[in-house]
């Protein structure tokens, strides 16, 4: 496919002025191989595998930096889910031991997140799942890099109330021996959770993926704002045009970058993830693209058909330009880590039940807020569930991440810091669903999962 003089200057324009960034290279590691019957033999082939392809990621991805100009902002890896290689193993005190060999080996390859330190529990646990689980507070909570995730259900299995009961009780540990509650930040409950997703904290390297794989997310909301602000006649369809030729442009810059970073180290290449991704620049907000549509205050009514057009666009624009396109490949909309998000929450705009009704339209609607942390374990649990439930009827995928923070009230707010930046403390409804989610089970999967 020819490239034009003309793309090649507004590709250019996006990455200097407009934020443009391959948001992150992820690269997936299965460990499989690793296992072993001495704990401390195991432990080390984990760590060597980790560090050596690790470490030839950092060093190719900052050769590509250089080569294209385009920021590559995270270099990431993902792992075959822990609790997969971990049965002969399972006590608290090894999966502790297990998450520092791998912070370890992120941190002395130079990687900022190494995801998969989790389980696929959708219809049921193993001993070494729910051990899983018990250790997560220590784990998130002591360690830098490492990232945690539970898919709990999918259309064809339907959800596990089950698991989702013990995660009220886990955040708010883990929640209590990590500063304002961010050790919350780097665990992830899905539904439906895909194999290939290079965006933390939900990325693992699933059991059907090659033995390495790299994954690419690019990212873009400055740009697509800036489109958009030059379109403010346009109708519906027209604007969806725009944004649409705006993310084909966005993904092929980022495919090109992640073949030759593939073809580099020798492994297959993946897939783009084409998802907008915020950060709390100026500029690089997807509630400000919201807001350019002509959405007064993101969260205010519209707000849904608006986000509804801007992931169909998104949608259909990298799949135009790519045919790797996979993980969530929609719209992030984490409210501390937008500053258009957190802008909309503390002035009222934008609520905890707003954002579940985003969720319909968008894969990670409920990601990043903050409520009070004396809420109950209970009422944590209805919210992952009723964020999730959509996932399930609407056969898509959906996380929740929720961070009760500790000693913190309503309209308090919470400083996180770089990337994860700050987080109004949101309210939540006095009232409880505590019979309800107690019944346990499993919610059955819909009738649109007999499709064979």
């Known amino acids: 496919m020819e490239i034009s003089v003309e793309e090649v200057y507004e590709t250019a324009r996006m990455i200097l002025f407009e934020n443009l960034d391959l948001r992150t290279t992820t690269l997936g590691i299965n460990l499989k191989d690793c296992v072993h019957s001495d704990f401390g033999k195991f432990r080390k082939r984990v760590h060597d595998k980790v560090h050596a392809n690790a470490s030839k990621l950092v060093q190719q991805a900052k050769r590509l930096e250089e080569k294209y100009g385009i920021p590559i902002v995270n270099k990431r890896v993902s792992v075959t889910p822990i609790s997969l290689i971990m049965e002969t193993h399972c006590t608290r005190k090894k999966y502790y031991e297990m998450a520092m060999t791998l912070d370890r080996a992120a941190r002395e390859a130079g990687i900022d997140f190494i995801g998969g330190f989790g389980a696929l529990v959708q219809k049921g646990f193993t001993k070494a799942e729910k051990m899983l689980i018990a250790s997560l507070p220590e784990v998130l909570s002591k360690t830098e890099r490492v ?36 050790g919350c930040a780097k665990f992830v409950v899905l539904v439906n959770a895909p194999e290939d997703n290079p965006f933390m904290a939900g990325a693992f390297h699933g059991v059907g993926e090659p ?18 602000e030059k379109n403010r006649e346009c109708d519906l369809t027209g604007l969806s045009e725009v944004i649409k030729r705006t993310v084909f442009k966005i993904t092929r810059a980022g495919e090109l970058i992640g073949r030759e970073l593939a073809r580099n180290l020798n492994i297959p290449f993946g897939i783009v993830d084409i998802s907008l991704a915020p950060t709390t620049r100026e500029g690089d907000s997807v509630a400000r693209v919201i807001e350019a549509f002509g959405i007064e205050r993101m969260g205010t009514h519209g707000s849904t058909l608006a986000l509804a057009l801007l992931m169909d666009a998104v949608k259909k624009g990298g799949a135009m330009a790519s045919a790797n396109v996979g993980g969530l490949s929609g719209t992030f ?21 707003k954002l579940e009704s985003l969720t319909s339209v968008c894969s990670v609607g409920l990601d990043m807020f903050a409520i009070p942390g004396d809420t109950p374990e209970d009422t944590i649990n209805a919210i992952i569930a009723d964020a999730l439930a959509i996932g399930i009827v609407n056969n898509k995928t959906t996380a929740v991440r929720v961070i009760p923070v500790p000693d913190k009230k309503v309209g308090e707010l919470v400083e996180f810091g770089g990337l994860l930046g700050t987080a109004p403390v949101m309210k939540v409804n006095k009232y409880s669903a505590r019979d309800f989610i107690r019944r346990g089970g499993r919610l059955p999967a819909p009738v649109t999962s007999l499709r064979n």
């Open 333 to 353: 909309i984490p409210v501390s880590e937008d500053a258009g998000m957190i802008e909309a929450a503390v002035k009222g705009a934008l609520t905890l039940d």
């Open 147 to 182: 990232c945690a995730f539970l898919n709990v259900g999918s259309t064809v299995t339907g959800m596990q109330l089950d698991a989702i009961n013990l995660l009220g009780k886990m955040l708010k540990e883990t929640a209590s021996k990590s500063k304002d509650g961010i």
């Open 211 to 228: 033995d390495l794989t790299l994954n690419v997310g690019v990212s873009g909301p400055g740009a697509v704002r800036s489109v958009v």
